[in-house]
Structure formats: structure tokens, C-alpha cells
T-cell receptor, first 112, second 117 residues
Framework: DAKTTQPPSMDCAEGRAANLPCNHS???????VYWYRQIHSQGPQYIIH???NNETNEMASLIITEDRKSSTLILPHATLRDTAVYYC?????????????FGTGTRLTIIP | KAGVTQTPRYLIKTRGQQVTLSCSPI?????VSWYQQTPGQGLQFLFE???????NKGNFPGRFSGRQFSNSRSEMNVSTLELGDSALYLCASSLGDVSRVGNNEQFFGPGTRLTVL
């Protein structure tokens, strides 16, 4: 699975959009981009994933560049409850590959 | 639909003892993966079970083992506990179904926090 690079920490004001970048310059054509977050001492929570197209769900939007070498997770209106460590993961999906390789993630702090 | 449940939530053991942790996946999910999280190493993959068979294994010593039952519930066992085994142990479940490629996200439980004294 391709390696990802994320900034170690970011701050965002409450109510503003939080934009979390992820670099995955060695991504291959069949690798998906997944985002998870982990609120302190809880299990990671799935947020969103995508292959090529931008994706949106009730939690966030995922913007993947045309060359797929980077992506941005957007939390449109950040709240204090969005304070967490955010992990960007790239992996190939095939039968039998359930392994997620977590990096160090981005610690996002929402400022009141 | 109920989420992934793990028992116990907290556990204290002493060096040399063994421990068994339990994970009940989301109903209908056939894949269960286990992870260890420590401050120094972060989140690391232990192993994954599907239909009672271990399909994938991380880089952990043989003291770490697991199994899966016919109802997809899974247990992991750590024998001869060491101080360094103190960690948050997480399990995650997914459909694990090849026909769901692209829609096979994993859902994590709250974890079991193991402290080895």
C-alpha cells in the first residue's frame, strides 16, 4: 500500500471549514484513499473514501487531485467535537486485504 | 444496527499471565481485524479473520494469537504478557466481501485497554 504524508497538527476555528491535506504521491491506479479519525481513546471512526472522483457524505467531502497524488478532507463547519487525530490511508481493495496501515495522522484542534 | 462491541473494556494483568479479549462484529460482517495501539508505535495491524480462517497477519510474535467462531465473533489471546504489551487493543469488522470492493469500509469497536504490571 502507498505511503501517505500528513501535517502533524492543525488548528481550525469553530464554525469554519477544516481542510486536511494528504500527500500520496506513489499511489497506484487501483488504490483507494480512506479517511478515518480517532477521538481521544476511542476506536477510529470511518469518515469517507474515494478512488478518483470527489466524494461527499454527511460528515465530510473528499477532494482528490486529477493526478491522484494528493487529496484534501474537508469538514465544512467544524465543531469542537471534530477535535481528533485524522488518518489518511491508501490501500488496494481486493478480497482478503482488510489491513489498514495507519501513519501518524494529523491532530486537528478546533478552537472555540 | 448495533456497532462493534469489545469486552472487557479495561483489564489489568501482571507479567507472565495470559489474556483473552473478545470482539463481536456488526451483524452480517464476516471479517474481523485486530490492531494494537501504543503511544510509541501507533496503530499496528495484528491479524484478520474471515470465515474462521486467518487471512492476514502483521509482524507480531507468536504470543499473539486469535480465532474466529462460526458466528463471526473473534477472540485474541496474548500469552506470557510483557510490560510492552500494555496498549489499547482494537478490533474492526467489515463485510470482507469481494463483491463490495470500493464499499468495504471497516468499523472499529471502542477497544480494550490492557495494562500489564
Amino acid at each position: 500500500d502507498a505511503k501517505t504524508t500528513q501535517p502533524p497538527s492543525m488548528d481550525c476555528a469553530e464554525g469554519r471549514a477544516a481542510n486536511l491535506p494528504c500527500n500520496h504521491s506513489t499511489i497506484s491506479g487501483n488504490e483507494y484513499v480512506y479517511w478515518y479519525r480517532q477521538i481521544h481513546s476511542q476506536g477510529p471512526q470511518y469518515i469517507i473514501h474515494g478512488l478518483k472522483n470527489n466524494e461527499t457524505n454527511e460528515m465530510a467531502s473528499l477532494i482528490i487531485t486529477e493526478d491522484r497524488k494528493s487529496s484534501t478532507l474537508i469538514l465544512p463547519h467544524a465543531t469542537l467535537r471534530d477535535t481528533a487525530v485524522y488518518y489518511c490511508i491508501v490501500r488496494v481493495e481486493y478480497f482478503g486485504n482488510e489491513k489498514l496501515t495507519f501513519g501518524t495522522g494529523t491532530r486537528l484542534t478546533i478552537i472555540p | 444496527k448495533a456497532g462493534v462491541t469489545q469486552t472487557p473494556r479495561y483489564l489489568i494483568k501482571t507479567r507472565g499471565q495470559q489474556v483473552t479479549l473478545s470482539c463481536s462484529p456488526i451483524s452480517g460482517h464476516r471479517s474481523v481485524s485486530w490492531y494494537q495501539q501504543t503511544p510509541g508505535q501507533g496503530l499496528q495491524f495484528l491479524f484478520e479473520y474471515f470465515s474462521e480462517t486467518q487471512r492476514n497477519k502483521g509482524n507480531f510474535p507468536g504470543r499473539f494469537s486469535g480465532r474466529q467462531f462460526s458466528n463471526s465473533r473473534s477472540e485474541m489471546n496474548v500469552s506470557t504478557l510483557e510490560l510492552g504489551d500494555s496498549a489499547l487493543y482494537l478490533c474492526a469488522s467489515s463485510l470482507g466481501d469481494v463483491s463490495r470492493v470500493g464499499n468495504n469500509e471497516q468499523f472499529f469497536g471502542p477497544g480494550t485497554r490492557l495494562t500489564v504490571l
